[in-house]
């Protein structure tokens, strides 16, 4: 091994004498070993599908200590390359160089940082490997289905089986059920069950123009007969069209009691979904749901109706429906048997079996809710006891009816989203923030080999003072005009542009008028500044394009269609400037030599 390390190194130093001096081949040949080590660690840490009930598994690598190890190892890697690369330095003692070599000494810096400190990519690919291929789509979204079906029985929130929760068969998805108490007319037909009360109105549309900036205000006004101004009143929700707004309020009284067996709580009821995937394409309706109590003149009532109008919650009660109506006993134990199949093997917690579980929710009359299911382990301090004097007494029926069966839903909800999520994962979405980190250390050790430690001081310090001074100096402006903070904004910009253009120009023009020290300071800050100017200059250009777009007389029109120069490559710019950087210390490397040919003093 040693006589093979010796060989290549010789081979390097007589043909390649920067991949040599620089330590290239070998820092990347241990960068791609510790690459594939931390691959594999991601490709094993989701073995145990119980790490899959946790929220956000996908940040894992932050929660494990892997990121403690990432960053140590970066740390031990780059000080121990530095310290073998620092025993040579062919510019500082004078060997002959060429601004193709000093590039290159940068680009391999580059390569190098980027190369030890992105272990996370790997790792966030091991994890995107092992899901993809354990997990498949079709397998997924089957469970996701059955999961959606079977939920139906979870009965778990009393709330969820309300008839409130009805969208299913006509006239209910075209109703509105009130069920707060001083909104309710009790003279007019209602449904009652034990505290709660419920009563169906018509609704009424009002429709108004998209373009209209105030159509989205919760007191909706439109012309009557008369032509003059009146205020809608029961406002229920709001549904978007391509351009138009349609308001909805409630009309009048529907008595339902013809198709409503029972008020109790019953599966029929149920219009939920389970899980939502990535995968599905049913496109929900825009709704939002708000109320104009100024009819009410009682400010103070807060109160937020919640039943939703969605298009997938009336599928999903209608499906729920026609699984109830066939009134299959086999179809409903099968749907629960597979269910709970894959249940266990993601480890889900719950006690439940398909028997006992058909036995539970099995009701064919009315499929009445006449047990209700825990989400989690009853504690062995639980206090379920049904006499409570703080209980109302809906709250007592469900505490009557409560089991010590337990099915924990929301570790089956995570499981599902964090495979989506991981598989929809790119690992590289963080790679912004590796680049740009590489590209600063590389910058510094770049400035560091060609200008020398003291250069290096005296460019940090003078960094500091100027990032003060320009600090202060906002702050003044600021004080002096503080009726138009526009124009201080522009007035500061404009001032870091002129003093950066100057700092920029200094080595390439002025490098043998001025002392040494003083352009060894301007072409550090230009080397690791440079994409800064131009993100000042895109900026500026921005500021101006918004302003002009704020002033267009046809505002809502046009506001929407304001793209700045930002807009045109949005995180994009982040390439653009990182290529630019690189392209710079190109051209700039001549610059460099110019200076270090310059007498000292």
Known sequence: MKKFIYKTNQFLLERYPTIWNTKLVWMLSIALILHLLFFVFGLFTLVNPIMLQERFVEQIFFENGSIFLSIVLSILLLVAWLIFMFKNNAFKNFYPTTRIKLFGQFLSYLLIIFSCTTFYISYQYGLKTYIGSTYSDAQVNKEIEIANDAALFLSENLKDYTLNKRRFPKPFYNLYCETNAKFIDFEKPHLTFEDDNYQYYSLRQVETPLDDPYNASVEVRSRDDNDSLSTNTGYVYSETLDSTRIYFFKDTVVNMQSFIKTAKPSYYNFSSTFFVSTNDTLKDDNYRYDYNYDEYLDYDYNYNYNTSFFIRHQLRNKRNYELLKRNDKDEIEQLLEDFLKFSNNYKIDHNLTANEWLDLVYHPNNFEVKNFIRDTKKSKYAYDSPIAVDRTKTEEFYYNHLTNYHYQNSALRNVFENIESIKASDPLEGIHIFIWLAFMIATIIFIFRTTGLKHLLFSIITV????????????????????????????????????????????????????????????????????????????????HQRDICDNDINYYKTYYKCDTLFDLFEFGWSWVLFFCGILFIYLYTNVIKNWKSLPEG
């Open 464 to 543: 500091g003072v100027l990032a003060l001074t320009i600090s202060l100096f906002t702050a003044l402006i600021f004080y002096m005009i503080n009726s138009n903070e526009d124009l201080g904004l522009y007035f500061v910009a404009y001032f870091t542009l002129a003093l950066a253009t100057l700092i920029l120009i200094i080595p390439i023009a002025f490098y043998k008028k001025i002392k040494k020290l003083i352009v060894s300071i301007c072409l550090n800050i230009s080397i690791v500044g440079f994409p800064l100017y131009l993100l000042l200059i895109i900026s500026i250009i921005s500021m």
